[in-house]
């Protein structure tokens, strides 16, 4: 039994409502992107936001990646589990192709107080990667689906051991169950799937949550 076709909506409307509200800082940013954005779906989400949260909390992560910013909601969820002992001070890294977004990322990160704990990349991530140079616990993907299996190639030596990745949209829309797609996007998707799912130096999960959440875990 599939478990996306389980969950109807007023089983989805409850989960939310028995799930902590959105922070205020992050509905208004939230409903800004719905009123200025063109493709405002893009957006991560209450739901997602706050699974995205909750897992940076757990790990408490030195360093984060995010490949692909968009407004910046992912990013502020992802940042508010950085490790920030004294010792530690966390940092994510974020890196976006479109200019036209860097404003409406810089006001909210400066809303939420972390204008230091986020370094915004204004450009292509392929190029960006690996001018970095860093080690990182956590890498989120949620960018462009041709380059998901380029992004994975180029940043797993960078990962370490025991650290996580996190891909959005591993299902697609369920466009994944149509191997002969012509779709690139789609295409992307599924190589990246098979690719991870037969990778030996990681265990995965393939979390049927929301558009699909490619969890992998580097082995070590
Ligand atoms: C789905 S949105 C990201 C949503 C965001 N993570 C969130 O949850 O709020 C994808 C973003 O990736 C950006 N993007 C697409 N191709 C890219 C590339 N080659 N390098 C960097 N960013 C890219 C797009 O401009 C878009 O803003």
């Known amino acids: 039994?599939?478990?996306?076709?389980?969950?109807?909506?007023?089983?989805?409307?409850?989960?939310?409502?028995?799930?902590?509200?959105?922070?205020p800082i992050l509905e208004r940013l939230n409903r800004e992107t719905q009123l200025t954005q063109v493709y405002p779906r893009m957006l991560a989400g209450h739901m997602q936001g706050m699974?995205?949260?909750?897992?940076?909390?757990?790990?408490?992560?030195?360093?984060?990646l995010e490949i692909g910013t968009f407004t910046g909601y992912s990013a502020i969820n992802l940042a508010m589990g950085l490790n920030f002992s004294p010792?530690?001070?966390?940092?994510l890294h974020t890196i976006e192709v479109d200019p036209e977004q860097e404003m409406i990322i810089r006001k909210y990160l400066a809303e939420a107080g972390m204008?230091?704990?986020v370094i915004l990349h204004i450009g292509e991530a392929m190029k960006i990667i690996p001018?970095?140079?860093?080690?990182?616990?956590?890498?989120?993907?949620?960018?462009?689906k041709p380059n998901y299996l380029n992004y994975y190639k180029l940043l797993f030596d960078g990962v370490r051991p025991g650290g996580f990745i996190i891909a959005d949209n591993?299902?697609?829309d369920g466009k994944v169950l149509d191997p002969g797609t012509r779709s690139s996007d789609t295409r992307g998707i599924i190589e990246?799937?098979?690719?991870?799912?037969?990778?030996?130096?990681?265990?995965?999960?393939?979390?049927p949550f929301r558009d699909g959440l490619m969890i992998v875990r580097k082995k070590g």
């Open 51 to 64: 699974m995205l949260r909750l897992v940076s909390q757990m790990i408490k992560p030195r360093r984060i």
């Open 87 to 91: 010792a530690e001070e966390g940092v």
């Open 192 to 207: 990246f799937n098979e690719f991870v799912f037969k990778d030996d130096r990681v265990e995965n999960l393939l979390l």
């Open 115 to 117: 204008e230091k704990k």
């Open 1 to 23: 039994m599939k478990i996306i076709a389980m969950i109807s909506d007023e089983l989805l409307d409850y989960a939310e409502q028995h799930s902590t509200q959105e922070y």
């Open 170 to 172: 591993a299902l697609w």
């Open 131 to 144: 001018t970095l140079g860093e080690t990182w616990d956590l890498v989120y993907i949620d960018a462009d």
